[in-house]
Each structure stands twice: as C-alpha cells, then as structure tokens.
C-alpha cells in the first residue's frame, strides 16, 4: 500500500473462532486505518462488493448520464 501500487480493496472479514476473531479485528483495522490514510478505497461487505463489481459490469456496456441536481427536484 506505501507504494500506492493498490487502487482499491475489497476486504470481507470472515472467521469461525473467537481467537482468530481477536487477531482478526486487529488486522482489519490496521488495513482500514491505512487505506484512509492514503486514500484508498475499501469494500468491507459482500453485499456493497457484489453492488460495485455489478455497476463496474453495467459501466462497460451503459453510459451514465449527466444531470443538473435541480431536474431531479421536480
């Protein structure tokens, strides 16, 4: 990550033991802290991953539209 070779990360904590639950919580935060830091994206739940690897699938295909906010307003 200190080269900045890392764009984004996707990173879904799983375990089964309250020990490795422990080290776990320390090395998500490590990871989230130092993605903040330098400003790197990061993904921390299946379902917001799954939502993003769907919209980058859409993007290849569609075009996103451009709007002022003020045409939604009505």
């Given at each position: 990550m200190h080269e900045r070779k890392i764009d984004f990360i996707i990173n879904i904590p799983s375990t089964s033991t309250l020990e490795k639950y422990v080290g776990m919580l320390y090395d998500e935060y490590q990871i989230r802290r130092k993605s903040l830091e330098l400003g790197i994206p990061v993904l921390t739940t299946p379902e917001l991953s799954?939502?993003?690897?769907?919209?980058?699938?859409?993007?290849?295909?569609?075009?996103?539209?451009?709007?002022?906010?003020?045409s939604y307003e009505n």
């Open positions: 799954e939502s993003f690897v769907k919209t980058l699938e859409w993007l290849q295909t569609n075009e996103t539209t451009k709007k002022p906010l003020q």
